[in-house]
């Protein structure tokens, strides 16, 4: 992944900073490309996996929407070229205001997460005298097999409407003259490897696209959200996750009727690869069954080992002594927990040396905070 030249950049550069590739986010955004255009497929990108501005304006010249969850999403998506009515708006505490930011700026639609939120979004529609698109997101109630943080289909979680409510929701649209039903939106979760769960996904959606037939409801649109999971173990043996077989399993499996177009919206399979965490070691500490590689990034840079116990392949891009030996390589945050990972080996590594954190293009930088009163993290392009 990384060249000689790289390594010898990295050491010169004030650490820690996020690094990306762009090559390897272009070829992820034309694998993509290549496979939607197969079937007419559409991709919006999550800006939550990272929004920014560099990585915003090149995944939007490919032609994908965005998936926004804020109104600020909404405005950055909009600031780096993304058409409004390539726009979805999810989320399932949408305030007046960024509702307003919706209809203000004519987006494809707003995803809806409970009854109350449409009646919100109505009256606010009826003041700016606009017809607001939205779709209902529903709860398939299919296990994602991920991590209890990043699993939402199920009807323990606080996402979606519930297929038992749909009746009460259907009444509440025909009162509602200010929103038009286009959509039906689905999403089970994140990092799902175990491509079942999608296949579960298209077989709900089919029965209940079924439902609204008999209901004499035809939407325009399906949303069957994000989710595809990525390889952190080995990156460079998938660092383009497999499109292929991915969107196959909704040609195959998926009803569509004639006229309906299908929606994904991607977020972590589009960037997780091009990003990596560059750091440098500050000291190594024995401890009673390990040594301690101190790094200068910390859970503030990188939240997601400590938050979900996410696994991040770590290397170091300076020592290629064939002698390994067992590291907790850890951050210098006041935490216990702001750990990356305990008892791996690596080669021998002294202070100085370049870690680098793999995979973390996608909830990396977004998630990165200035506890401890830390600087915020930088990033840099190639
Ligand atoms: N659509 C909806 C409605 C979502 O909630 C999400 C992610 C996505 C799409 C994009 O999912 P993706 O394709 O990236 O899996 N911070 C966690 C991940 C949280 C995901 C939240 N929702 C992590 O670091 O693993």
Redesign the pocket.
């Known amino acids: 992944m990384f060249s000689k030249e790289d390594i010898v950049k990295f050491h010169e550069m004030k650490t820690p900073f996020y690094h990306y590739k762009t090559d390897v986010l272009k070829q992820t955004l034309q694998s993509i490309v290549n496979e939607t255009n197969k079937y007419n497929y559409h991709v919006h990108y999550?800006l939550?996996?990272n929004a920014n501005a560099q990585i915003l304006s090149l995944i939007q010249s490919y032609g994908l929407g965005a998936?926004c969850?804020s109104g600020n999403e909404i405005i950055a998506a909009i600031e780096n070229g993304f058409p409004t009515d390539k726009i979805a708006f999810?989320g399932v505490g949408k305030s007046d205001e960024e509702i307003n930011i919706g209809l203000e700026n004519d987006i494809f639609s707003f995803?809806c997460e409970s009854m109350a939120e449409i009646q919100v979004i109505n009256e606010l529609a009826a003041k700016k005298n606009k017809i607001a698109k939205i779709a209902l997101?529903i709860n398939p109630n299919v296990n994602a097999h991920t991590?209890q943080?990043?699993t939402?289909g199920l009807e323990e979680n606080k996402?979606g409407i519930n297929k038992w409510e749909l009746e009460d929701v259907l009444s509440i649209i025909a009162q509602s003259k200010n929103v038009k039903l286009m959509g039906l939106?689905f999403?089970i979760?994140?990092?799902?490897t175990d491509l079942k769960a999608f296949k579960s996904l298209c077989i709900r959606v089919n029965e209940i696209q079924e439902w609204f037939y008999n209901h004499h409801i035809i939407v325009d649109h399906i949303n069957v959200?994000?989710?595809?999971?990525i390889n952190y173990y080995n990156p460079d043996e998938e660092l383009i996750p497999d499109f292929v077989m991915f969107f196959k399993i909704f040609k195959d499996l998926l009803k569509l009727r004639p006229q309906q177009h299908l929606h994904f919206?991607?977020?972590?399979?589009i960037v997780a690869q091009c990003g990596n965490l560059i750091s440098k070691v500050l000291y190594i500490k024995k401890g009673v069954n390990t040594n301690f590689a101190i790094i200068d990034a910390g859970m503030t840079e990188l939240i997601?080992p400590a938050?979900?116990q996410?696994v991040h392949k770590i290397e170091n891009l300076s020592s290629d002594n064939s002698i390994l030996e067992t590291y907790d390589v850890v951050g210098p945050i006041c935490e216990s927990s702001d750990c990356f990972a305990k008892a791996i080996k690596l080669p021998a590594t002294k202070r100085g040396d370049i870690i680098a954190i793999r995979s973390t293009g996608?909830?990396g930088e977004v998630?990165s905070s200035n506890y401890n009163l830390r600087e915020k993290v930088q990033d840099f392009y190639d």
Do not use: P
């Not at 919206?265 to 399979?269: K, P, Q, S, V, Y």
């Open positions: 999550a939550k996996a998936d969850v999810a995803n997101r991590h943080y990043i939402t996402f939106h999403h979760g994140s990092q799902i959200g994000g989710g595809l999971g919206e991607l977020g972590r399979a997601r938050l979900y996410a996608a909830y998630l």
